[in-house]
């Protein structure tokens, strides 16, 4: 899970499974709140600053959050071209096509591209932007111990209605991640049957981009949502955008996998990461009404005063907010 509150915690994933297809809208209520765990320090932030940070990918999270879904994507590659070279009667390579036409070869060539693009994704420049929420109640043990800090935190609950909205407003998807596999190599092979079909027969083939630079956009969206299955219970939804694409010029291949053309892309902004210098991109949050409809304050051993702090602290920054502020069932740790 992404660092999307401007504070320094711990990175760790968090969702929930859902279907290939787009999950269904919820209307707006108190059962549709999204949370987002975070340090004292990430909610002075977050309300004083109105804002969400999203980080880059690459370096907020464990290297095994980028290798689940590229292992997984090249094996999915893998499979179809030996399928492939198979059907086609291909020995050992391209050269020993016996019985393939034209479009075949074709085919086959593509699909290799799209494997050897996988496998350098890790090492190329281009990155999502993302911040994390959890659709698990906002009161887990579990995501209080991950992001809550040493002594008391704070779960921030969300419209998802209005976040969509936002999302929408500044170029940005909200999704929930997926956590089974057969889902996963599902979602895998409606992109590769869309980028062959995009680019295949070469008579066709009259996109201002490559093959590869689509699939590319392609993997940056499953790298943003595909997540493992041990991490399920933290139903996690991701926010992400990715502005180092070009999508004026690549519109009519990328808008299927990646953020859409509204997102402006300003001067990237920087914070300190326990290991690293982090790049990162403001979520606005102004609205009206306010997405923050409930601060949950974490377990502490001063419960009543963080209480009384934290709903002040809202009603003077946030007056017309309404926001509501309750204490968490978890017992604090003796």
């Known amino acids: 899970m992404n660092d999307a509150s401007p504070q320094n915690e711990p990175e760790t994933p968090s969702g929930e499974e859902r279907s290939a297809e787009k999950p269904e809208e919820t209307p707006e209520g108190p059962d ?52 492939k070279k198979e059907e086609y009667g291909c020995t050992r390579d391209l050269g020993g096509l016996r019985k393939a036409s034209p479009e075949d070869r074709r085919e086959i060539e593509i699909l290799i591209g799209f494997l050897d693009a996988t496998l350098k994704f890790p090492r190329t420049l281009v ?140 001067d990237t902004e920087y914070r300190d990461g326990e290991a690293m210098i982090i790049p990162y991109y403001k979520f606005l949050l102004k609205n009206d009404p306010s997405p923050i409809k409930l601060i949950r304050v974490g377990p502490s051993p001063s419960h009543d005063a963080a209480l009384a702090n934290a709903q002040d ?4 920054k946030m007056p017309n907010a309404n926001i509501k502020v309750e204490p968490s069932a978890v017992p604090y740790p003796n």
């Open 32 to 83: 549709d709140l999204l949370y987002h765990y975070t340090t004292a320090k990430g909610f002075y932030g977050i309300i004083k600053g109105n804002a969400l940070w999203a980080s880059s990918i690459s370096s907020v999270n464990d290297a095994v959050e980028v290798e689940y879904p590229i292992e997984l994507i090249a094996d999915v590659l893998r499979s179809d071209i030996r399928k």
């Open 127 to 266: 990155d999502e932007f993302v911040c994390s929420f959890s659709a698990d109640g906002g009161d887990s043990l579990t995501q209080w111990r991950a992001y809550a800090g040493k002594h008391s935190g704070f779960s921030i609950g969300f419209s998802h209605a209005i976040l969509e909205k936002l999302a929408r407003d500044q170029g940005f998807r909200l999704e929930e991640c997926i956590y089974n596999p057969k889902i996963q190599k599902r979602v895998v092979r409606q992109y590769i049957v869309g980028n062959l079909s995009e680019f295949n027969p070469p008579s066709i083939y009259t996109s201002p981009i490559s093959p590869d630079d689509a699939w590319t956009g392609a993997l940056m969206h499953c790298v943003s949502i595909f997540k493992h299955p041990s991490f399920e219970s933290e139903k996690e939804r991701r926010l992400f955008v990715t502005p180092s694409q070009d999508i004026t010029a690549t519109a009519s291949v990328l808008d299927k996998f990646v953020t859409g053309s509204k997102f402006l892309q300003g």
């Open 313 to 316: 602290f809202c009603n003077k």
